[in-house]
C-alpha cells in the first residue's frame, strides 16, 4: 500500500494466503474507509467499492494509465514490488525471512533523511 496524499509512505506485509476473506480483513484494519483507493483490475480487488467510499481502477491489458481517471499504480506499486524483488535474494523470499527484508526497504523508502530513532516506530 502507498499513501499518496501527505508524505508517501509505503506499508509492505506478507500475506499468508491471497483468499478473499483474508486479503479482505487485512485491507479494512489497513486503510481507513473514507480512503480513495486506486487499483489495477485484479480480481482480489473486486468488491472494494463496498468496502471503501471510492475505487478506481486501471485495467493494465488496455492502457499504462486509465485515460478519464488519470489512475496507474506502475509508480507507487508496482515500482515498488519490483525494487523489493531487486533488493530481495531469491533465497530471502520465504516465509520466515520476508518479514525482515519488508521492514528494511520501509525503512529506507519512509524515512529517507530522518533519523535512526524512527526505526523504533516498526518495533513489533
Given at each position: 500500500?502507498?499513501?499518496k496524499d501527505g508524505p508517501k509512505?509505503?506499508?509492505l506485509v506478507r500475506v499468508d494466503d491471497r483468499t478473499k476473506t483474508t486479503f479482505e480483513t487485512y485491507i479494512t484494519e489497513s486503510i481507513h474507509r473514507?480512503?480513495?483507493i486506486e487499483t489495477d483490475c485484479w480480481k482480489g480487488y473486486t468488491g472494494f467499492k463496498n468496502l471503501f467510499n471510492e475505487h478506481s481502477?486501471?485495467?493494465h491489458s488496455?492502457?499504462?494509465k486509465a485515460p478519464i481517471t488519470h489512475v496507474h499504480t506502475n509508480t507507487a506499486i508496482e515500482g515498488n514490488w519490483f525494487a523489493v524483488k531487486k533488493q530481495t535474494p531469491q533465497r530471502g523470499r520465504t516465509a520466515k525471512t520476508i518479514d525482515l527484508y519488508l521492514v528494511c526497504f520501509m525503512l529506507i523508502?519512509?524515512?529517507t533523511g530522518?533519523?535512526?530513532r524512527r526505526l523504533f516506530k516498526y518495533s513489533y
Open positions: 500500500m502507498v499513501e509512505r509505503t506499508k473514507e480512503s480513495k481502477t486501471v485495467n488496455k492502457f499504462f523508502l519512509n524515512n530522518h533519523h535512526l
